[in-house]
């Protein structure tokens, strides 16, 4: 008995739906007119199963509410009387010097912002003493009150007593 070697190769169509999702969630007329129309050379596309319905076009039509133009509510009286801060990320593509993280202060007052970029969020408690030794010389006043969204960079025993 002699072993035979084979080699098969096998060629598929795309189809509407991976059409659809490679060029951007175009719509599906579009797609079959260029491919009927040899708009767009070398497109072969199995024409013949319609697609169930796009979940991501579907969340992307979608209304949502406009963001406010103006605020509602009451501004503190003072600078510093009430700071906002965050911590955004990690970013998947590291920024500037290896960052990954970005802090940023709010100002309630002036709706002043201040954004840092750190490499951990180990880092917040030493920018946080940075910029409030800044702005407190600067201005002339203490923060009173620093609101956060309790993360754990916030609530540490060492961030705590800092405050």
């Not at 169509?13 to 599906?28: E, F, M, V």
Request: hydrophobic residues 35%.
């Amino acid at each position: 008995m002699s072993i035979t070697e084979h080699v098969n190769i096998t060629q598929v169509a795309p189809s509407l739906q991976t059409w659809h999702r490679c060029l951007g969630h175009i719509n599906l007329t579009s797609i079959v007119q260029m491919a009927q129309g040899g708009h767009a050379q070398g497109m072969p596309a199995n024409l013949l199963t319609i697609p169930a319905t796009c979940e991501h076009c579907i969340v992307g039509k979608q209304t949502k509410r406009p963001v406010p133009k103006t605020r509602s509510g009451t501004q503190s009286a003072n600078p510093l009387d009430i700071i906002y801060s965050d911590i955004t990320g990690p970013e998947d593509i590291p920024m500037a010097g290896g960052n990954h993280y970005i802090i940023n202060f709010i100002n309630d007052h002036s709706d002043m912002l201040w954004l840092y970029l750190i490499k951990e969020k180990s880092d917040a408690i030493r920018v946080f003493k940075e910029w409030q030794a800044l702005v407190e010389k600067e201005i002339g006043r203490t923060v009173k009150c620093y609101h956060t969204d309790n993360g754990g960079e916030f609530t540490s025993n060492t961030f705590e007593m800092h405050l």
